[in-house]
Nanobody, 124 residues
Framework: QVQLVESGGGLVQAGGSLRLSCAASGRTFSGYAMGWFRQAPGKERELVATITRTTSVTFYADSVKGRFTISRDNAKNTVFLQMNRLKPEDTAVYYC?????????????????WGQGTQVTVSS
């Protein structure tokens, strides 16, 4: 069992930056692949980025590639999402997720634990 708590969301103007954090508690953090998802009103939840357990191999959705960076600090049980050059279409609730079953998880069903979400709003 692992508990996930996101922080760092907020309101930012287009072109600005935010850094999301997700603190994990419970079992060994390095045993989980971690991902960031987002869900905008009226839309399905979508994968933003994922990072493997210890080798930190990453994957990004095309819509954020080159603007967002996922990273993790296994010593601090935390995963980050640095978001630069934000656009209004990045507005959504952002969720942190952990997968114990997969080292490289690209879909929501592959994740076992979820945070409560943090709102990101980008104004034009």
């Amino acid at each position: 069992q692992v508990q996930l708590v996101e922080s760092g969301g907020g309101l930012v103007q287009a072109g600005g930056s935010l850094r999301l954090s997700c603190a994990a508690s419970g079992r060994t953090f390095s045993g989980y692949a971690m991902g960031w998802f987002r869900q905008a009103p009226g839309k399905e939840r979508e994968l933003v980025a994922t990072i493997t357990r210890t080798t930190s191999v990453t994957f990004y959705a095309d819509s954020v590639k080159g603007r967002f960076t996922i990273s993790r600090d296994n010593a601090k049980n935390t995963v980050f999402l640095q978001m630069n050059r934000l656009k209004p279409e990045d507005t959504a609730v952002y969720y942190c997720a952990a997968s114990s079953r997969y080292n490289y998880a690209l879909t929501a069903p592959e994740y076992d634990y979820w945070g409560q979400g943090t709102q990101v709003t980008v104004s034009s």
